[in-house]
């Protein structure tokens, strides 16, 4: 058997040679990156997270930007300042000149992701009690993996963080956004969703130089650390992540769509006003969950696999629009779905873009809400209505309907499809 190191450089030459028109020189790239700072406004850009690299390959050309999600911090509950990422170092070289090669016009700026919990925190790698040794190399370790893969810039995606980082987590970012635009590299910030407060008010956080001026409705760790003022100004990118409204767990709130547009437009009208539109990027679900709605059993996620299986396998009722008040007025068992009925109230008024199955499985009630291609339709035009440059996926998979991928290329235009 011949090696990944023959086997690699014969294919990549061999791609060259048959299609030399699908690729730029270097001047030519250069020149490319430089454009994609000021949007055409004819269409939303696209972007998209990914950990699946098959998937990566066979549609990046729809993309203006990826984000393979690569990279995680070094430590718990200390940091060290170094990052880890889930491929091998030979893997990231490899993969990446695939991308490259697949799709020149396609930025290239994965993500460092850190949620904290009990266990994983981030604190030292944003100078967190004057810890600025383990930050600076922090800052040195992301440059330092920038140059030796050529990526565009960095995503940086460190969520849930509690109140006090929220003043050394904007100092990190000026630091690492300065250092970066010396290189002519980006900096994308992935962001918690706000919306409008009905009553502004003040949240006095220990450890800051000054209480946090709360004028959104999810005063939660994660929302108080990301001041979207401030993201809007230093970041190049921001990226909402408008998903999880109805997370995968039983009881509260309970089943739903993941991103209603209701929700999306409530995030986006908050959200322009705060950040520049030619920055700003609504991020989209590409799944939705399975939950029981009467029996204790798993919910499980659902992508194109899944919800095809439920719709041949199961005879469900499929709904789209869904209106789960009336679904659970004419539904003769719906008095039992104890993980749906004390929780009428967040649907009351609203009809969802999003479809849904419900069905029966072994004894127990089930629904099952899903993204597919009509639903993501309706989203972009919210998107459109405000002028904001662009959306992301979480996350692009092989699993995701492939209806949505057509509407892209549709929508996307010619010259997308023509980088191949």
């Not at 922090?138 to 940086?156: R, S």
């Not at 460190?158 to 000026?174: D, N, R």
Request: charged share 30%.
């Amino acid at each position: 058997m011949f090696s990944n190191k023959i086997i690699y450089p014969f294919l990549l030459s061999l791609i060259i040679i048959l299609f030399p028109g699908c690729f730029f020189s270097g001047n030519d790239r250069k020149n490319d990156k430089t454009t994609q700072t000021t949007p055409p406004v004819e269409r939303l850009y696209a972007s998209t997270w990914s950990q699946d690299f098959y998937a990566m390959m066979k549609y990046v050309h729809l993309y203006d930007e990826i984000h393979p999600f690569l990279y995680n911090l070094e430590g718990g509950r200390s940091n060290t300042g170094r990052i880890l990422s889930v491929w091998k170092k030979d893997e990231i070289d490899e993969r990446i000149r695939w991308l490259r090669l697949m799709s020149p016009r396609t930025l290239i700026i994965p993500t460092i992701f850190r949620w904290e919990n009990d266990f994983e925190k981030v604190s030292d790698v944003i100078g967190l009690n004057g810890n600025t040794k383990v930050r600076d190399l922090h800052i040195q370790n992301i440059l330092k993996e920038i140059d030796t893969y050529g990526y565009d810039g960095i995503d940086i995606d460190y969520e849930g963080m509690t109140c006090e980082k929220k003043e050394v987590f904007q100092e990190f970012l000026i630091l690492l956004r300065d250092e970066l635009h010396k290189k002519g590299k980006i900096l994308s910030v992935a962001i918690h969703p706000k919306t409008v407060a009905e009553k502004p008010s003040v949240y006095p956080c220990k450890g800051l130089k000054s209480p946090i001026q709360v004028d959104f409705y999810e005063a939660y760790r994660g929302q108080l650390t990301h001041d979207y003022e401030f993201l809007g100004k230093v970041a190049d990118k921001v990226k909402i992540m408008a998903y999880e409204l109805h997370p995968r767990k039983q009881g509260f709130p309970g089943p739903g769509p993941q991103a209603p547009d209701w929700w999306i437009d409530k995030i986006l009208e908050y959200a322009v006003a705060r950040i520049p539109n030619e920055k700003l990027y609504m991020a989209i679900p590409t799944y939705g969950y399975d939950w029981a709605l009467h029996c204790q059993a798993e919910t499980k996620s659902v992508y194109y696999s899944r919800a095809k299986w439920i719709r041949e396998k199961m005879a469900p009722r499929k709904e789209e629009p869904t209106d789960v008040l009336e679904i659970f007025k004419t539904q003769p068992k719906a008095a039992d779905w104890t993980y749906l009925r004390p929780y009428l109230y967040r649907h009351q008024g609203h009809v969802y873009s999003d479809p849904s199955l419900w069905y029966r499985m072994g004894g127990c009630d089930r629904v099952a809400f899903y993204m597919n291609r009509s639903a993501f339709e309706k989203k972009m035009k919210i998107l459109d209505k405000y002028k904001i440059r662009g959306f992301s996926f979480w996350q692009l998979i092989e699993d995701n309907d492939p209806e949505i991928h057509k509407y892209l290329e549709e929508k996307l235009g010619p010259e997308l499809s023509e980088v191949h």
